[in-house]
């Protein structure tokens, strides 16, 4: 019976999101909104909430987000992430200032103590490696000029996030200093090993993978990637970061067999992520959280455009390449959530999980909204003047 109850609901909600990207692509507008709402639909306090799945798909979720940055990854070889994570590093540095101060300047504000505001400015800092990849694929922005400096922010601030998920843990923890340090530690020791491993070892990896059954191909490097990601956050560090790399570490014909092997997969599990996102987030939370969330919210999309469009323009790229990076990298969301939920759970302040998930929810679905329908605008804007 459990069993029948189970496939019912995943069936019903996988049966749903395809009637809903049907919806979206006949608009002509990005389907992750609506992924979003109905997550809101089926979780706790939504109209039919789910009895038995969302285990599955929380799992499903980590799966989603695995495959996005993996692919994301197979874009581009370990020569081009160095090159463009050094050139890059001044906008990655303008990013967390201008991105994290309003989360921390609101939770000062409103009295939550410093523990919250570093929390808060976590929450507002990141965007969502998981959906800007999959906004970047939806739009074939993928070969774009201003592509590389999006994708060098966002692995810059997933290993900033490597370093500032161990502290926040820490502080949220009470541990001490020495303890907080060693934490630090084995985070930064992982990331060199596996970024290390991708760049200087990365034709063994690909000769280990490479098989000329396509069957066997899949199985080696989606296995390998949820082998790195996993052992990555075990370690304290992002499993985003990890499949990342392997993607990284994967170059030529062999990333070119996977990616389109991979698309269909990754297409599946990424829906699920953006239900379960919706998943966690209770509807009756929302509306006296709203309008703070609102104003912060267009705070922040007015910083990240600002971000975007100054490491563009430092890498010499034209204003419509400037606006299309500044809205790629609005979107909130796995990162955002997981700060939150860390803050909650170790008591930091209950508005705190209310006002993350309000905020990240409108950045989810205004971003991939504003990537399809400002963006068009706002590049005409730019050819004229």
């Not at 992750?32 to 798909?57: M, V």
């Not at 929450?123 to 774009?144: E, R």
């Not at 034709?203 to 080696?220: G, H, M, Q, T, Y």
């Not at 890498?315 to 969301?333: D, N, V």
Request: aromatic share 6%; net charge neutral.
């Amino acid at each position: 019976m459990h069993a029948a109850i189970l496939l019912l609901e995943i069936g019903g909600v996988l049966l749903g999101l395809g009637v809903l990207g049907a919806l979206a692509l006949r608009a002509g507008i990005s389907p992750i909104p609506l992924y979003l709402i109905a997550g809101l639909a089926f979780g706790q306090g939504g109209i039919l909430p789910l009895a038995t799945s969302e285990e599955f798909i929380s799992v499903g979720a980590e799966i989603g987000v695995v495959l996005l940055l993996l692919t994301l990854g197979l874009e581009y070889n370990a020569d081009e992430l160095v090159s463009s994570l050094r050139s890059n590093a001044r906008g990655g540095i303008v990013d967390i200032v201008l991105n994290a101060a309003p989360g921390a300047a609101i939770a000062l504000l409103l009295g939550w103590g410093p523990v919250a505001a570093i929390a808060m400015a976590g929450v507002t800092y990141a965007t969502s490696s998981g959906i800007t990849a999959k906004v970047l694929s939806d739009l074939g922005w993928i070969g774009n000029r201003e592509t590389p400096v999006v994708l060098s922010l966002l692995v810059f601030e997933d290993l900033t996030m490597a370093l500032y998920l161990p502290i926040l843990t820490a502080l949220l923890a009470g541990v001490s200093l020495v303890g907080g340090a060693i934490t630090v530690a084995i985070a930064l020791a992982t990331v060199s090993v596996v970024l290390l491993v991708a760049l200087r070892y990365g034709r063994f990896i690909e000769a280990f993978v490479s098989s000329p059954n396509n069957e066997v191909l899949l199985l080696k490097v989606v296995g390998l990637a949820m082998l790195v990601a996993g052992v990555a956050q075990q370690l304290q560090v992002s499993a985003a970061v990890g499949a990342f790399l392997v993607g990284i570490a994967l170059s030529g014909e062999l990333a070119e067999d996977a990616q389109q092997l991979l698309a269909p997969l990754r297409d599946l599990f990424a829906a699920v992520f953006f239900v379960f996102f919706g998943l966690q987030t209770d509807p009756s939370a929302i509306p006296p959280v709203a309008a703070l969330a609102f104003v912060l919210a267009l705070v922040s999309m007015a910083t990240k455009l600002a971000t975007g469009v100054y490491t563009a323009r430092r890498a010499g790229i034209a204003k419509p390449g400037q606006a299309r990076a500044g809205i790629a990298l609005i979107p909130r969301g796995e990162f955002n959530i997981v700060i939150a939920g860390l803050a909650v759970g170790a008591g930091a302040h209950p508005d705190l999980g209310p006002l993350a998930a309000t905020y990240v929810l409108i950045l989810a679905a205004f971003g991939p909204l504003a990537a399809r329908l400002v963006e068009p605008l706002i590049t005409k804007i730019a050819k004229r003047a």
